[in-house]
């Protein structure tokens, strides 16, 4: 083998700089697209979760809100589940049924902070208004 020359010295460390940093943006993206949609499933589920619990016979539309944050509340941190509000509404529903709904929005902190703004959040979910 010929010795290397001199010139091609440290070669080596800046390939690896081009190389590692767009590929760990790229780790980064991924991860954050990950964990916004498996956070997202919680909230949905959350505000599912709440407009059942309001559609049930004997519970008052506006208990909605409250029980969707506090189911959100034992699924995400709670820096997360301060930045959701959520709110219960009755809507019409077809052939003379109510509906209960419940909204929860907010925004949620990205993965890494320090590289982006909050991620928006904007979900619904509904249910039959047991009997009146």
Do not use: I, N
Not at 55 to 60: E, Q
Not at 65 to 81: F, H, K, Q
């Amino acid at each position: 083998m010929r010795p290397r020359p001199a010139r091609d010295a440290g070669a080596a460390t800046v390939d690896f700089v081009l190389v590692a940093l767009p590929l760990l943006f790229l780790l980064l993206g991924v991860l954050q697209v990950a964990a916004y949609l498996h956070l997202r499933a919680v909230v949905v589920a959350g505000a599912a979760e709440g407009a059942r619990h309001a559609a049930a016979a004997g519970m008052s539309t506006q208990d909605g809100g409250p029980w969707a944050e506090r189911v959100l509340a034992d699924g995400v941190s709670a820096r997360t589940a301060a930045g959701l509000d959520c709110a219960a509404f009755e809507v019409p529903g077809s052939a003379g049924s109510v509906l209960v709904a419940v909204r929860c929005r907010g925004a949620v902190p990205g993965l890494v902070a320090a590289l982006g703004p909050a991620l928006p959040v904007d979900v619904a979910a509904h249910a039959v208004k047991e009997g009146r």
